[in-house]
């Protein structure tokens, strides 16, 4: 009995754990849909744990097997029950998929010996170095770009940006932009995941300097208004930025920084906005202190449909009248499969700056970075405290791949993409204790809609919405995200 209890379950691994592999930027892999006979698994239950003997890497011309290691949640010597095992290595394929190294992950049974397992881990992995023409439009979106500026390219920055990831295989990255046009700057920054044996500290050292022909410099009626110069520069800025980050687990990464930044504008704009700076001045000098706990627990980073993910950022800069600000912010996002391609999600971003007492320079809140609400793209809203709630049902419409032939075997020979349609509806409030002419600010907000994302490889997603907000106001509203 002993040994058909064997048979049976070797049989049942062999099965499950050979299906464990998982291609591009797909959600689910039915990796247990094939188990229903109770009494198998009650026998791998009840069985002798497997081992693992070895686990053999395949695929990495460039990164180093340490850094797969690292992701993986299970060494040579661990223990586990069969279904334990499964649950494993689909952890693996997730966690591997987040580090953006590779197109395609696969990690499946090699071969076994009784109860000794050998593991393979196979991967594909990207195109690490974009040597690219760099042409992006300054505007928050592109529904701004279009219709409030007519598509004006002198909204637009271009030159060239060089993204070299995974440099040493180490999941290093290096980005330098040179870049003209709206802006004229010169950046460059690069983030080292770890510099230690035990790969839990590493580090990231940035800096940029520029300058700009137009400076917006006030809000009104909930709109930025801009002074330019086409003869002359009116701001320039200088930054610089050192990082230390650890991460002692797969999950959570901390980061400490210390950063400096120096900016001067025009007299011009200090008489247009006397509180721009602090009231009279037109230049600014400041450091600052940071710390960010970034927490992911998602399918996928990128475009998560199930799991949990958090930001916590606390930030001080300047120490004096000129520049006083603690700075507090908490971004949420909650993940959910409801039914078969079918999920919801709860997104939240909020910020809190202290003192209430604030000049234009730092009054920058809804409509900028990670907080904004569908449906008032056209809109910004300034203010010392904020917070907006997105909710979201996405269903997932199409999933298809399109053939490249001729390619390596080495990287992918196949496009993938995604589409998927959403309903969503917005909720935020701002608080500014001088709002000005803006009247958006210090009440309740909301919106809602429809919207259509395409999702492909190298991260890149497409969002079109259809919004509607509580102004009377509806439109189409593009958005993309990319790491480009």
Known sequence: MRSLRKYLVTCTLLGMLCRAGAQGIQNDVPLSSSINN??????????????????FITGNRKTHA????????????DHFQLQQLVVKFEAARRQ????TLFHEVTVALKSF??????????????????PIPYFKIVDRNLNQWLVQHNASLSRVNYGLKLMYNNVTGYND?????LMSGYTQQISMNYD???????MKWGGKI??????????????INNKEVFLKDTNNFIRSFFKTNLELTYRRATKTRHRFGIGYTQERVEDTIVKLNPDYFTTGHNQIRFPEIYYTMNFYNVDYIPYPLTGFEAQV???KKGFNHMMNVWQLDINTGNYWQIFPKTYFSINTVSTLKLPFKQPFFNSRLMGYGEMFMQGYEYYVIDGVAGSCAKTTLTRQLFDFKIHLPNTKKQTTNNIPFRIFGRIYSNAGYVYNPNPGLNDLNNRMLFSGGIGLDIVTFYDVSIKLDWSFNQLGQNGLYLHRKNNF
């Open 38 to 55: 109770s009494e198998i698994k009650e026998d791998a239950q009840s069985a002798a744990p497997f081992i693992i003997r070895n686990i």
């Open 66 to 77: 340490s850094i797969i290691m690292r992701e993986l949640p299970f060494r040579p010597g």
């Open 96 to 99: 591997l998929m987040n580090t």
């Open 113 to 130: 010996e009784g109860y000794n397992v050998d593991i393979q881990v196979d991967v594909k992995e990207r195109w690490y170095i974009f």
């Open 173 to 177: 990255k290096l980005n330098v932009w």
């Open 192 to 198: 080292r995941l770890y510099f230690d044996k035990k």
């Open 206 to 219: 940035g800096i940029a300097l520029g300058k700009n022909r137009e400076v917006n410099y006030n809000t």
């Open 313 to 315: 950022n606390l930030s």
